[in-house]
């Protein structure tokens, strides 16, 4: 696999972000669903499950939800509700990471390309810029459905975000992304990652740590 020569995130052409729990304080948004609908059926608190949702593509976790609650909704009655659940947050009520916005702004002074690779529906995530105002600052959202339905635990999502981007080197890339099994895909590509703490996913600190090149808490700390 090759290896990057770069060591800061300022130092690579190509950036590709994650966006719930990355640019948005939105990981929450799955989980209090879940959660939701589990205690509405009597279902027990998984505490793996929060870490292990955050890479499910949107009709794997909506099937995940109907199997956890043994069929009392259908798989597509599930994402009946998800949808207009997501809908009403991502258009009107989804924030901004501690330091996401400053940073944004500091890398578009830089003048460097920027994409999304998200587990999230693209017309989520288009609502969502909508909303912070950063419809204009990434080159283009990519998501499972753009890829055949498979997740960032496969590479073909970052090859695709690298296609759009007109660029074929993954070393030339930084991938920010707060979920493990994102990070272990990007850097078996050969990509540099910057691994974000994620406050709600038990334990996920000190295997973030262990497996980005470059942790940290929020971008707070990149300003």
């Given at each position: ?38 205690s509405r059926y009597g279902i027990p608190e998984d505490p793996d499950y ?174």
């Amino acid at each position: 696999m090759p290896v990057s020569s770069k060591t800061r995130p300022e130092d690579f052409p190509f950036l590709i972000f994650d966006f719930d729990g990355t640019i948005a304080d939105s990981n929450d948004v799955y989980d209090d669903f879940y959660r939701n609908m589990f205690s509405r059926y009597g279902i027990p608190e998984d505490p793996d499950y929060s870490e292990e949702q955050k890479t499910m593509t949107h009709g794997v976790f909506c099937r995940s939800i109907s199997d956890r609650i043994h069929g009392a909704l259908t798989e597509e009655q599930v994402a009946r509700q998800l949808e207009d659940y997501l809908i009403d947050y991502y258009s009107n009520r989804v924030p901004f990471m501690p330091g996401a916005r400053e940073y944004l702004t500091r890398i578009d002074s830089l003048g460097t390309p920027k994409s999304i690779v998200t587990a999230t529906p693209r017309h989520l995530i288009l609502m969502a810029l909508e909303h912070l105002g950063l419809t204009d600052c990434f080159i283009d959202v990519v998501s499972p459905e753009m890829v055949g339905g498979r997740d960032k635990s496969f590479p073909d999502i970052y090859e695709k975000a690298m296609a759009l981007m007109g660029h074929s080197v993954p070393t030339d890339f930084c991938v920010y992304d707060d979920a493990v099994a994102a990070i272990h895909t990007a850097k078996a590509l050969g990509m540099f990652t910057v691994g974000l703490a994620d406050p709600i996913a038990k334990g996920q600190k000190e295997a973030m740590e262990k497996s980005c090149d470059l942790f940290i808490h929020d971008f707070r700390e990149l300003l």
